[in-house]
């Protein structure tokens, strides 16, 4: 283990740790940023060039160098390091890095997390209360420390937590070491587009670390066309039948044959069929394996319903699976909150109770309403500089009105709060599924880009639920920053503001750019590029876009994704187009 104040890096298990007065804390970086790290660390105080670290780090596979970027940006906010006056990591401007810090070796006796320990990508929320939930699911851990699978479905309504008691339970798995953890979250718009998606990005995430060696050679033997499709084997599915439900099934069972084996996927609702059929016959196995399939999903979304409804009445019916159905917070969980927000113990009279009884206990629209107060000058903070106790400025019974009954209302409300030009910004932003940039914007809106760029950081500092995300370097050399939505639910109001004509000219402008920013690497996008061509009903570009994905799949000995790609364009030619 490599140690370098105020942390330690244990490269066999792919932790992080940061020296705490009581404890050590574990930081919690994605498989290729802290790839990225270990490399500098193992190599302190000597110039690293962009093409000694590619080299080292995706060896077979061309990659931009401009992401090396991002990760640094990922590592230095990590490590809490400062690019201008770096303690960490230096940037020698054209040349590389250095890793300038002090590095010796460490030779304590912790606990050794197991291996192939895959982490979330953001930090583990803190956590108020759900001790119950917790101490329920350590039980079922228990279970499958002692071979018995799991299948538990985690359920309720969007923003009650779900994911923050995910969170919290695997980040204690963790750090306990008493189980490895792997997550795929499906993602609105993909599901019916990419099969496996959710699964192939928590193998990926096995596979990617370190000491994932151990998974690519089970993948390899047992599931071998299910390794092709991770990053870390492209093309490996040459000579590999079909990916296999059998195949990835009792490969995941053999990686939790020793340690147990956190499978997570988050929101179901939004899950291919083929996921469905995984979860299924992975409930069905009889196999003694130390697996827990935990899986959240939102009881009442309109995607992807009824398969989704009938596969967990089938595994709850046979007592195959089990289901925990979150409930709301407490009003003393609510304060607990409450209290974390604002950073304030003791809070205004009456605030708790007012947010608990409006909100109905969901975290998410709790917190809606506290930036709802602030906004309209209800709640405020006096003293220099906004320092002093935050108070109330008029009776909540004065409010109440101007509280909107549900969560997507209450969006809606924040949203018609902004000016037009930066309702246009952030309704472009909803264009793209997971992280926006804002080039994308600009296309979108047929603007500059530097401006569209000012706007986004100037809504990233003044909102709540946008966040600036990172910057990535495009063909060209161009740098454009890229923004996330802090919660689904602002995405979609965004998105179903806009008339369908102006979405779509919108999400044809995207592609349509994509395909000019990537000229001569059309390979890297044309999936995407298809994407924005089918939401926009622009059925012949986005058939052509498929077709063209297909090829550069084939070329890629990626076999099965072309043959789905294919598919996917007959089936829109034959639905849409009547070809
Ligand atoms: N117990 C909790 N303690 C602190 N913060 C919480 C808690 N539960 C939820 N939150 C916060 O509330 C917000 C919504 O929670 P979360 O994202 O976990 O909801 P979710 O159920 O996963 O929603 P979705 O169905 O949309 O994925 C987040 O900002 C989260 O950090
Ligand atoms: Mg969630």
């Known amino acids: 283990m490599k140690q370098f104040e105020p942390f330690r890096l244990d490269a066999a298990n792919s932790r992080l740790w940061r020296r705490d007065a009581q404890q050590d804390a574990p930081i919690v970086l994605p498989p290729k940023p802290f790839a990225v790290l270990r490399y500098l660390v193992d190599n302190p105080g000597r110039l690293i060039t962009h093409d000694e670290l590619l080299d080292a780090l995706w060896p077979e596979t061309y990659v931009q160098p401009q992401v090396l ?22 940037t020698l401007p054209k040349r590389g890095y250095c890793f300038v810090a002090p590095v010796t070796d460490w030779n304590g006796t912790e606990r050794r997390a197991p291996l192939g320990t895959a982490l979330s990508m953001e930090e583990p929320a803190r956590f108020v209360n759900r001790t119950e939930e917790l101490a329920q699911l350590q039980r079922e851990l228990k279970h499958v420390s002692a071979g ?90 040459a000579a590999a039948p079909d990916r296999t439900i059998a195949g990835l099934s009792a490969a995941l069972e053999c990686l939790a044959a020793e340690q147990p084996l956190i499978l997570v996927l988050e929101d179901l609702h939004w899950a291919d069929g083929a996921t469905l059929d995984v979860i299924s016959a992975l409930a069905r196995r009889r196999a003694r394996t130390k697996l827990m399939l935990l899986a ?35 009003r003393l969980s ?75 209302q209450m969006v809606e409300l924040e949203i018609d709060r902004l000016s037009s030009e930066q309702q246009r910004v952030l309704e472009a932003g909803s264009l793209m599924p997971v992280a926006f ?36 370097e495009l063909p060209g050399g161009m740098r454009s920053a890229f923004y996330a939505f802090a919660h689904e639910v602002y995405r979609e109001v965004l998105y179903r503001r806009q008339a369908a004509p102006r ?41 052509e876009a498929l077709r063209l994905a297909a090829q550069h799949a084939e070329r890629r000995h990626a076999h ?20």
């Not at 603007?447 to 000012?454: F, L």
């Not at 790609?565 to 089936?571: D, G, I, S, Y």
Request: charged share 25%.
């Open 69 to 90: 970027r991002t990760y640094m940006l990922e590592l230095r906010k990590a490590l809490g390091d400062d690019a201008e006056n770096p303690r960490f990591i230096q």
């Open 148 to 237: 018995e699978r799991r299948v538990i479905f985690l359920v309720g309504e969007a923003g009650i937590g779900k994911t923050a008691l995910v969170d919290a339970f695997c980040g204690q798995a963790m750090t306990a070491g008493t189980a490895s953890v792997a997550r795929g979250q499906c993602v609105p718009g993909v599901g019916g587009r990419e099969d496996f998606y959710p699964l192939l990005e928590a193998l990926s995430q096995l596979c990617a670390l370190p000491g994932g060696e151990e998974a690519r050679q089970v993948l390899a033997q047992m599931a071998p066309a299910w390794l092709a499709h991770t990053p870390q084997a492209p093309g490996a599915d």
């Open 296 to 330: 959240t999903y939102r009881p009442r979304s309109e995607a992807s319903e009824t398969p989704l409804k009938s596969l967990r009445h089938d595994l709850l019916i046979r007592k195959l699976g089990g289901e925990f159905v979150l409930a709301p917070l407490s």
């Open 334 to 408: 609510m304060a607990g909150l409450l209290s974390e927000q604002l950073s304030q113990k003791i809070l205004p009279n009456g605030l708790a109770e007012f947010v608990h009884r409006r909100s109905e206990g969901n975290p998410l629209f709790a917190i809606a309403i506290v930036e709802h107060l602030i906004a309209q000058g209800t709640l405020v903070r006096k003293g220099e500089n906004g320092a002093a106790a935050w108070e109330l400025r008029r009776g909540l019974e004065q409010v109440e009105a101007g509280v909107p009954e549900g969560l997507v």
């Open 437 to 472: 940039p804002a080039w994308a914007v600009a296309a979108a809106l047929a603007c500059d880009e530097a401006e569209s760029e000012e706007m986004c950081d100037g809504l990233a500092r003044r909102l709540h639920f946008v966040e600036r995300a990172g910057e990535d």
């Open 503 to 543: 979405r779509a000219q919108r999400h044809v402008r995207i592609a349509e750019r994509l395909g000019e920013l990537f000229k001569g690497r059309e390979a890297d996008v044309t999936r995407e590029m298809a994407m924005h061509f089918e939401a926009a009903g622009s059925w012949k570009r986005a058939v």
């Open 560 to 579: 099965a994704e072309s043959a789905e790609l294919r598919q996917r364009a007959e089936r829109i030619e034959m639905r849409e187009i009547g070809a």
